[in-house]
T-cell receptor, first 112, second 117 residues
Framework: KQEVTQIPAALSVPEGENLVLNCSFT??????LQWFRQDPGKGLTSLLL?????REQTSGRLNASLDKSSGRSTLYIAASQPGDSATYLC???????????FGGGTRVLVKP | GAGVSQSPSNKVTEKGKDVELRCDPI?????LYWYRQRLGQGLEFLIY????????KSGLPSDRFSAERTGESVSTLTIQRTQQEDSAVYLC???????????????FGPGTRLLVL
């Protein structure tokens, strides 16, 4: 059974610092890994999707890496801003079943 | 509409009552998912619809939970005889999936917050 773990569960940084969020998964038989952002009272917004054959994806200040063999992904957010405050969820799309398995999320607070 | 919509946005009910939650996916999206998110936790998969195929119900926690979808349109999630542990946010997502589902992202609705007293 696929398990996805995110560490830390919560993170508080001053504005301008870089954020590093970690995600690990137990079963390397994945098609892709996705990072989502969740704001209070709202649904999830997809940030980055990394195919299993890729090592990283970048979008603006966001960069996500994937090491499938070790079951790890890291989301980097450069030069954090208060607007980056949210919960960040990683999820893996399993090789069978057409479904996403989510981690518990990391709650991020960027202080002005 | 531009995105996935869900109704109601909030629902308070008494233990033992039935509730029905609705999801309107993005037009043209063949796949639809229901997830549950308990307070402070990640999302749990509940059920998956893909076109006219039999749904994947492997995530439904008990026989009190059921869901329907007609074709590629609206879906309803029904919880019978609600219990306090059913309190959670119920999220719906849709996916185009015309090609390989693995290269596409799911689009999520805002969720329905269910509180069972």
């Amino acid at each position: 059974k696929q398990e996805v773990t995110q560490i830390p569960a919560a993170l508080s940084v001053p504005e301008g610092e870089n954020l590093v969020l970690n995600c690990s998964f137990t079963d390397s038989a994945i098609y892709n890994l996705q990072w989502f952002r969740q704001d209070p009272g709202k649904g999830l917004t997809s940030l980055l999707l990394i195919q299993s054959s890729q090592r990283e994806q970048t979008s603006g200040r966001l960069n996500a890496s994937l090491d499938k063999s070790s079951g790890r992904s890291t989301l980097y957010i450069a030069a954090s801003q208060p607007g980056d405050s949210a919960t960040y969820l990683c999820a893996v799309f399993k090789a069978a079943g057409n479904k996403l398995t989510f981690g518990g999320g990391t709650r991020v607070l960027v202080k002005p | 509409g531009a995105g996935v919509s869900q109704s109601p946005s909030n629902k308070v009910t008494e233990k033992g009552k039935d509730v029905e939650l609705r999801c309107d996916p993005i037009s043209g999206h063949t796949a639809l998912y229901w997830y549950r998110q308990r307070l402070g936790q990640g999302l749990e998969f509940l059920i998956y619809f893909q076109g006219n195929s039999a749904p994947d119900k492997s995530g439904l926690p008990s026989d009190r939970f059921s869901a329907e979808r007609t074709g590629e349109s609206v879906s309803t999630l029904t919880i019978q005889r609600t219990q306090q542990e059913d309190s959670a946010v119920y999220l719906c997502a849709s996916l185009k999936a015309r090609g390989a589902a693995s290269v596409e992202t799911q689009y999520f609705g805002p969720g329905t917050r269910l509180l069972v007293l």
